[in-house]
């Protein structure tokens, strides 16, 4: 889907016909840098969604998203579009590791087929030290997007949630907190592949264990993206609806849809909360769940005995439980906003 959605390409085709640019652009990227730029520019993102004073001020909203599209299309014309999507542009980079996750999958006739959730993610090949990185990012800026409005967090700063300054004052705290966050994440999980790999007697390097095994990180990626985002989904996509009627604010309603009553109190009483939580957790656990199942499958890959398999895979599921119960934590207690 996101290659029918994607902003970049119809305007790129336009521009490399008109300027006679090859696809591979006027440079090409060395090999050593993988998708560090996209790690980069990730994170730039995550810090201007969690950290920044006021990201959906429609002004300051636009004109981040303009600047981003104009330098990633400009990088597009430099580099190339299928190198730059591949290395630097952060949604195609993201998009195209989820993808492995999808139920559908075109067979080698071209034609739409249903497959296993994550099936796809067995035959992934090992992933360099920069798509590890990538992949840690997007797990670890959800999860501490969620830990920063929790009351342990903003107690930890001596801040009183009932009093809550905003997020002005929590600047320099977010930006540590959103790296010490990434750096621990990957500090743990790195620790685990490493004693799997001694408890197992293994000869793979952690490199090579580690790209594999980063891929289980899919599965709980996602989850944490549903479970934490689903009732902005719910209230600020009605919002999407109306505006989709009038893009222009000129007083438009194409669809019908621009005078709709916004109705906010969809996630709120008891019974949405209920089910609010309810799928929340279910899609947190139905993760972990997901991610176990396909860690095993990458085991069996660098293990071919059953019994080093499993050995191997020990710490890294005390880990995957360990943050079953910190996202399950995440849910379950008071948050400002």
Not at 32 to 50: D, K, R, T
Not at 65 to 73: D, P
Not at 92 to 116: H, I, K, P, Y
Not at 180 to 208: I, P, Y
Request: glycine share 10%; with cysteine; hydrophobic share 55%.
């Amino acid at each position: 889907l996101w290659s029918w959605l994607n902003p970049w390409y119809g305007a790129w085709r336009l521009a490399s016909r008109l300027f006679g640019t090859r696809d591979h652009g006027a440079w090409r990227l060395p090999g050593w840098v993988g998708c560090w730029p996209a790690v980069i520019l990730f994170f730039a993102f995550a810090w201007f969604e969690l950290i920044d004073p006021a990201p959906d001020d429609p002004g300051r909203l636009a004109l981040a998203a303009g600047l981003y599209w104009l330098f990633s299309f400009l990088a597009m014309l430099a580099f190339g579009y299928r190198d730059w999507s591949r290395s630097g542009e952060f949604l195609t980079v993201f998009f195209s590791m989820v993808a492995r996750f999808a139920v559908a999958e075109r067979n080698q006739d071209g034609r739409l087929g249903l497959c296993w959730p994550g099936a796809k993610l067995l035959t992934a090949q090992p992933l360099p030290a920069s798509g590890i990185a990538f992949l840690l990012l997007a797990l670890s800026s959800v999860s501490f997007d969620g830990l920063s409005k929790t009351f342990f967090w903003l107690g930890l700063f001596g801040i009183n949630p009932l009093e809550f300054p905003g997020r002005t004052a929590l600047i320099g705290s977010g930006t540590c907190g959103l790296i010490l966050t990434f750096a621990l994440l990957a500090a743990v999980f790195l620790l685990a592949v490493r004693l799997g790999q001694r408890l197992a007697g293994s000869d793979h390097t952690l490199g090579q264990a580690a790209g594999l095994l980063v891929w289980s990180i899919v599965p709980i990626a996602l989850a944490y993206h549903v479970a934490h985002y689903l009732t902005a989904l719910l209230v600020d996509g009605q919002y999407a609806l109306a505006a989709l009627s009038d893009p222009l604010a000129l007083g438009w309603n194409l669809f019908g849809t621009a005078d709709m009553q916004i109705e906010a109190g969809i996630v709120a009483g008891a019974d949405s909360a209920w089910w609010l939580w309810n799928i929340q957790a279910g899609a947190i656990i139905l993760g972990h769940v997901l991610a176990v199942l396909v860690a095993h499958g990458f085991a069996w890959r660098l293990h071919p005995q059953p019994s080093r398999a499993a050995l191997s895979q020990f710490p890294l599921t005390l880990l995957m439980i360990a943050y079953t119960v910190f996202g399950l934590w995440l849910l379950a207690t008071p948050t400002v906003g």
